[in-house]
């Protein structure tokens, strides 16, 4: 099947009959409402619409039971807690009671967050862009015969037809129309078919063999899309990328390519500049709808922060600028004030709406209204000469850099705080020191942080989800390994062991914890994921205990998600529910792809442990894809970290010493300090403290002191260059 197939049948209908007639949608009732089933339920999002007066069903057996029963197509949503048109979908339609009744009468109805069930929504978003041609986003809304086949969908769909985009009003009785006529139900039925059959197809692996060329070409798309004036790479929106540039700086040092460094060196300037970076909390918003990062999609995620932390963290190994040091900093302090729980694992999102300050509410929330600022506020904060300052630096105007896209005749103009130069430059425009600018902006940030804190706060969602605590785990190792912090290891570590234990059932790794309760399965992101995060916590903290998780977890994963007939790991494991098909992810998008994170973390661990059947399953899982990989590389970033290691000088460095020891410490520092891609560092303490890592690395036990001396190996294919205990000595050999 054509991946562009349109539903021909059905599409000629839905747009060419006449409309019914549009009803207006009708305000939110003010009078007590009735909960529906959702809420029995812990998602956030679908507590969001527990008052809908929609007769929403959770997703299970239930409801596509009823539909099968009586005979009725049913409505699958699919967002998530902290979607923007996920709101504006349930204001405009599934708080009208018009468009409810209509779907209560004639549809079965059933909500999906799709962060709990990733598998669910990535069927069926694949379903939607065979179906469109492509495209995508949330809330995803299709309509599914009783056996779960879809037949039709669309995205953010208005309450009423608009600038010819169809309505709900006018949608739902033109599908229902078609159901109950039996000629047009059966084309439905066939196109149902025909769309399920691709699903089941697609996931069909393309292997061949990827070498360094594949490294070549992927930079060279990079250099060709990138944008040298504002960084990034496209057009707008612009999404940071982390991963994307994690490539290019592998690319750099691979190839002495000082380019690639300065792309990404463009980029991180200009995102920790532009509207992207709250200036005030710190952290990322999730990506930018223009072109120069400006105006940013307000919401804040877990995964993006977690993923620019490892990103500045690395540029930081390779340039030293205290700027990444800072950003790195500053990240890791929003994530620990605002998305970490009582108990230690970190919460998932924040909202990009809230309630606007200061004004009567109406109950209306608007997108960015926490972080956005007019001229009167600073100054009556700061002082007339501070304030003036600080407004001319952060571009907080009368006229605004900010217009609400659903509010354009707003009187009162709101500006996004953004430094439209360095710094240094607005120091030396004013002639003084820029420690001493600083100084002053830094008191000023403190005072506006302060009151905004008291405004109206975003929604939190606070499920926490192992496989982006998994990306945060490995965020706080790295940064406790580079930067030394020992509080980042106190984090990294206790999220670590809440989901070895409270989210672990009989060995069993699941997907979500919330309100007491730990639930669904795990899927292949969150075992690649923690994996990762558990190699990042050895590295950080040289306890084998981490090492030993991180290989049962890739163990395990093997079991549940490794196809054995045509290569590759499914998303869903063989105890998961069966769905109207499999998937394989392998697209880099927002987060890295469980493939590829899976093949990049069992090629190190396999490497670390000298463990050949975890190295060959990485490099299985490069072939498996090889062919799709190389038809567009530039998608498969994380896949190319797994392939420049693959291809890499792969070093083990092992440090034999007690950990105790001052100067096995420095020998450990001058490891970590630089930016080592190809390399593992192993600590090898004496006696019996190093009894479980020669059990997990067999070949360190022959790696031992000199003269009773904390002593430094650097090895190659578990073959080891002439030890020392200099560390001028060690540090001369690091360079080479």
Not at 32 to 44: D, F, I, T, V
Not at 259 to 272: F, H
Not at 330 to 350: D, K, M, N, V, W
Not at 626 to 649: E, K, N, S, V
Request: aromatic residues 10%.
């Amino acid at each position: 099947m054509n991946p562009h197939y349109p539903l021909t049948c059905f599409l000629v209908l839905a747009f060419s009959l006449v409309p019914v007639k549009a009803q207006d949608p009708s305000p939110p009732s003010k009078a007590p409402r009735k909960a529906n089933r959702l809420a029995q339920e812990k998602s956030p999002y679908l507590l969001q619409h527990q008052f809908n007066p929609v007769d929403w069903y959770p997703w299970g057996p239930e409801a596509f039971e009823r539909a099968r029963k009586e005979d009725k197509p049913v409505l699958l949503s699919i967002g998530y807690s902290t979607c923007y048109w996920c709101h504006v979908m349930e204001r405009e339609s599934f708080e009208n009671k018009a468009i409810a009744a209509l779907l209560n009468r004639d549809f079965i109805c059933i909500k999906v967050d799709r962060e709990e069930r990733p598998d669910v929504d990535k069927v069926y978003m694949n379903a939607y862009q065979a179906i469109a041609g492509g495209g995508g986003g949330w809330p995803l809304n299709m309509f599914l015969t009783p056996e779960g086949k879809p037949f039709f969908g669309g995205t953010y769909i208005p309450p009423t037809t608009i600038r010819g985009r169809r309505g709900m009003t006018d949608l739902l009785p033109l599908i229902i129309r078609a159901w109950k006529d039996p000629k047009q139900r059966k084309n439905l039925l066939t196109d149902a078919r025909r769309v399920t059959a691709h699903l089941q197809q697609r996931t069909l692996p393309k292997p061949g063999t990827l070498t360094p060329k594949t490294l070549e070409t992927a930079y060279s798309q990079f250099a060709k899309i990138f944008d040298p004036k504002h960084g990034g790479f496209g057009n707008a929106p612009k999404f940071p990328r982390p991963h994307s540039m994690m490539f290019l700086l592998r690319y750099a040092r691979r190839a002495s390519d000082s380019k690639a460094l300065d792309m990404v060196q463009t980029s991180l300037d200009a995102m920790a500049r532009g509207g992207i970076y709250d200036h005030l909390g710190y952290g990322f918003h999730r990506y930018s709808t223009d072109s120069r990062w400006l105006v940013p999609h307000f919401e804040k995620m877990l995964y993006d922060n977690a993923l620019l932390v490892l990103l500045h963290l690395e540029a930081f190994q390779i340039t030293g600028r205290p700027f990444h040091e800072r950003i790195a900093r500053e990240t890791l302090q929003y994530i620990s004030r605002e998305l970490t729980s009582p108990e230690g694992p970190f919460y998932s999102a924040e909202d990009a709406e809230s309630l606007p300050p200061g004004e009567a509410s109406d109950g209306h929330k608007k997108e960015g209204a926490y972080y956005l600022w007019r001229p009167e506020e600073v100054i009556a904060l700061l002082g007339e000469a501070q304030g003036k300052l600080f407004c001319e630096i952060y571009d907080v105007t009368e006229a605004g850099n900010f217009t609400d896209p659903h509010d354009r005749l707003a009187k009162k103009k709101n500006s996004i705080l953004h430094l439209n130069q360095q710094i240094e430059q607005h120091a030396q425009k004013r002639n003084i020191p820029p420690d001493k600018l600083l100084q002053q902006l830094e008191a000023c940030r403190q005072k506006l942080f302060v009151a905004r804190s008291k405004r109206p706060r975003p929604h939190l969602d606070d499920k926490i989800l192992a496989a982006w605590n998994g990306l945060a785990i490995a965020a706080f190792a790295r940064a406790h390994r580079v930067l030394g912090d020992p509080e980042y290891r106190l984090r990294a570590e206790t999220a670590a062991r809440f989901l070895q234990t409270t989210m672990t059932r009989k060995g069993r790794l699941l997907r979500r914890y919330r309100d007491g309760e730990a639930a669904i399965p795990g899927y292949l992101n969150d075992y690649a994921f923690l994996a990762w995060g558990l190699l990042e916590l050895y590295q950080a903290t040289f306890d084998a205990a981490w090492l030993e998780g991180s290989k049962t977890l890739l163990t395990e994963m093997n079991r549940l998600f490794w196809d054995d007939n045509a290569g590759g790991f499914n998303f869903s494991g063989q105890d998961s529910e069966t769905l109207i098909a499999t998937t394989k992810e392998l697209y880099d998008g927002a987060l890295p792809s469980g493939n590829s994170c899976a093949a990049y973390t069992f090629l190190r661990v396999g490497h670390l442990t000298g463990d050949s059947k975890l190295f060959e399953r990485g490099a299985k899982t490069l072939q498996t894809f090889a062919a799709t990989i190389d038809q567009y590389p530039m998608g498969y970033p994380f896949m190319l970290l797994a392939l420049d290691f693959l291809h890499g000088r792969r070093q083990e460095i092992v440090i034999s010493g007690s950990p105790s020891d001052p100067a096995t410490q420095k020998l450990i520092d001058l490891a970590r300090r630089r930016f080592l891609p190809h390399s593992l560092i192993i600590l090898h303490p004496p006696g019996s403290a190093g009894e479980t890592i020669r059990k997990l690395i067999p070949f360190v036990a022959g790696q031992t002191m000199i003269e009773n001396r904390p002593t430094a190996y650097l090895c190659r294919n578990y073959a080891c260059q002439a030890p020392t205990t200099d560390p001028r000595v060690f540090e001369k050999l690091l360079e080479r």
